[in-house]
């Protein structure tokens, strides 16, 4: 059922006891978390790369949340704010965004126990090294309130065309939020639905164990994919949903001027063929990573970042019909 899920993200939250939280850091303060931090990862297999976000172009800030490596929060230029990054992209941490330390693993596909392994190796290491804000009856204490407790967010980013066609959408956020789930848009909270890609992810963090968590939004996502296979399998049966699809694909192929919002539609229709075995052209996983190569800010980071819009719409139908041809 993999051609409904895109890809699968755990984050987690933690602060270091010693210091305030970051909305009331001082720059020496930051700086020190950020330099503790990173001391005590020096000794993991598993090495990151230093990215200190103050040295970026917003382009380039921009691409890093286009690719889901950075929360959209952490855009925002402050001091000290620092961004580990592991060779493959896998692993991302954010130093000095909300919390001290935002660490995420991304997985392709629905990967929710290979991503919490490799999230709870690292926090293992960070624990023996640190003393993280704890509280024995609040759990990890974090500055949102919300986070308490496991301060784990873990989340699968799907792609469910059939069920935003069949408007089932409003229904099934309704209903994820008496099971303590949400299901929101592409960026996560605040964001809308973009090629019809929602992000589920788990709400409740206080009262519940990090696994307890991650089972049962894997158990969850697994009925939603259930639900979005079904519909779609109907869908697709409808000669006018195959005229569209099989449109779409002519489009991606000629078009000489595409915006950011039709080719997201377009490749969403497209993607839904591929699935559904309706189209033979790129496979699921070229699909995903086209749609993050033609973002606006990934366009201006590879081919010039004094772009207008009118010129990165040019680009991106370049990009595409060399893609799809």
């Known amino acids: 059922m993999s051609e409904a899920v895109v890809s699968t993200r755990i984050r987690l939250a933690r602060n270091l006891k010693e210091y305030p939280f970051p909305n009331r850091i001082s720059e020496d303060q930051a700086k020190e978390v950020a330099d503790r931090v990173i001391s005590a990862l020096s000794d993991m ?27 959209p929060e952490f855009v925002e230029k402050r001091p000290y704010r620092v961004l580990l990054l592991s060779d493959d992209n896998s692993v991302s941490i954010m130093l000095n965004e909300e919390d001290h330390i935002r660490l995420q693993v991304i997985k392709p596909g629905l ?19 640190l003393n ?21 967010r873990a989340s ?51 009262g519940i164990s990090e696994k307890a968590a991650v089972e049962n939004l894997k158990n969850i996502a697994n009925q939603l994919i259930s639900q979005e296979i079904k519909t779609r399998d ?18 991606l192929k ?3 001027l595409i915006s950011h919002t039709e080719a997201m539609e377009l490749i969403s229709n497209v993607r839904l063929g591929v699935s559904g075995k309706l189209l033979d052209t790129l496979t699921l996983d070229s699909i995903d990573k086209l749609t993050v190569e033609i973002q606006p800010a990934n366009i201006m980071i590879k081919h010039g970042e004094e772009m207008s819009v009118r010129e990165r719409d040019i680009k991106r139908a370049d990009i595409l019909r060399d893609s799809f041809n």
């Open 45 to 71: 297999d598993k090495k990151f790369n230093r990215i200190d976000m103050s040295e970026l172009s917003q382009a380039q800030r921009l691409a890093l949340v286009e690719q889901h490596l950075i929360s």
């Open 156 to 206: 699968v980013m799907l792609h469910l065309p059939a069920l935003q066609k069949s408007a089932s959408i409003s229904r099934i956020a309704s209903n994820l939020s008496k099971l303590g789930l949400t299901i929101r848009g592409i960026y996560g909270e605040g964001s809308n639905s973009s090629g019809a890609l929602y992000q589920l992810s788990n709400q409740v963090t206080l």
């Open 234 to 251: 109907k869908m697709l049966k409808d000669i006018e949903v195959q005229d569209k699809v099989c449109r779409s694909l002519g489009i």
């Open 254 to 256: 000629t078009a000489k």
């Open 111 to 129: 990967d929710l126990e290979e991503a919490y392994k490799i999230a709870d190796e690292i926090d293992d290491c960070l624990s023996k090294k």
């Open 132 to 152: 993280l804000a704890f509280s024995e009856r609040l759990g990890y204490l974090t500055q949102c309130p919300t986070n308490l407790g496991t301060a784990l």
